[in-house]
């Protein structure tokens, strides 16, 4: 009680004096708050964060975090609409020259939606292009028989699904790598990674639609020019992450990336519609005498 004395005598000795209750702690937290609600503390507010911010994203989080053996785990990687997915193609299709397609399209919300459809889509394309690109081949000789060629879809499945997976996982785990040797190094995540890659092969779906024109020399200036068009995308999108790593390194990596892009390319183009022709076996005339002959064609 003697501090209440204390504080008594001092009020009775300065009548004017400023008196504080215990409410105003709470008046004073709200005028500060109100004060970094004031214009130009906004955006500092937006990327710093607030603690109700902080609150809400980790409440968040909470919820969409799920096991990874549920739907609700994949459900997060296919949360994307149409507008983007158009919007990543698009950046896929014209690579805009000092723009990474990661941090310009692909930070933001990474997908798996777009590169699985862009793969099955390819694969389907690639597997009915090449028949029927053996059919106009072939078209007008008396001996061929069309078979369709189902193999074909499980071949190109096993191929593109297995290059937009490995390529991608395999160069994760180098840049993760490198990234503990030399600090500098930029180190993006494996979905970005895969994302990357399977927008990378939108382009090949209308090539490959058109390498059914039975023209050798209209089929390579496709080729290169699909591979030119994704190849930017690769290059453009990793050149940052290694740069600052040996040159030779980076120089490495950077070719690796693309002769195994050019090498998917190459072999789909050889393999599915660049098909060596067929030795068909000469038909057999009987004769009535007994004898047979084997006309040459």
């Known amino acids: 009680f003697a501090e209440f004395d204390d504080a008594a005598n001092l009020l009775a000795a300065n009548p004017d004096a400023t008196t504080i209750s215990i409410d105003e702690p709470a008046e004073i937290s709200k005028n500060q708050h109100g004060r970094l609600q004031e214009p130009g503390r906004e955006e500092d507010d937006e990327l710093l964060g607030t603690d109700d911010s902080d609150k809400t994203e980790l409440l968040a989080g909470q919820k969409k975090s799920a096991p990874f053996w549920t739907f609700d785990y994949y459900q997060m990687f296919f949360d994307v609409d149409t507008y983007q997915v158009l919007d990543r193609i698009k950046g896929s299709v014209f690579p805009v020259p000092g723009k990474n397609f990661v941090r310009l399209y692909i930070r933001s919300n990474p997908d798996l939606y777009g590169p699985f459809w862009i793969c099955a889509t390819l694969v389907f394309t690639i597997a009915v292009s090449g028949n029927l690109s053996n059919f106009f081949i072939h078209l007008g000789k008396p001996t061929y028989h069309y078979v369709p060629e189902f193999r074909k879809v499980s071949i190109a499945a096993t191929a593109i699904y297995a290059y937009a997976w490995l390529v991608p996982l395999a160069l994760w785990g180098f840049l993760m790598w490198r990234n503990s040797k030399v600090m500098n190094i930029v180190s993006y995540s494996f979905l970005e ?92 005339i009987p004769v009535h005498n007994g004898t047979t002959i084997i006309t040459k064609s």
């Open 193 to 284: 990674i895969v994302c990357v890659y399977g927008y990378s092969l939108f382009i090949y779906i209308p090539t490959a639609i058109l390498w059914i024109i039975p023209q050798k020399v209209v089929r390579w200036v496709l080729v290169m020019f699909s591979l030119c068009l994704s190849g930017s995308v690769l290059v453009m999108t990793f050149w940052p992450a290694v740069r600052d790593d040996n040159r030779r390194i980076a120089l490495a990596t950077v070719g690796t990336i693309v002769l195994l892009h050019a090498l998917l390319a190459v072999g789909c183009l050889a393999y599915f519609f660049d098909a060596p022709e067929l030795d068909f076996p000469a038909p057999i």
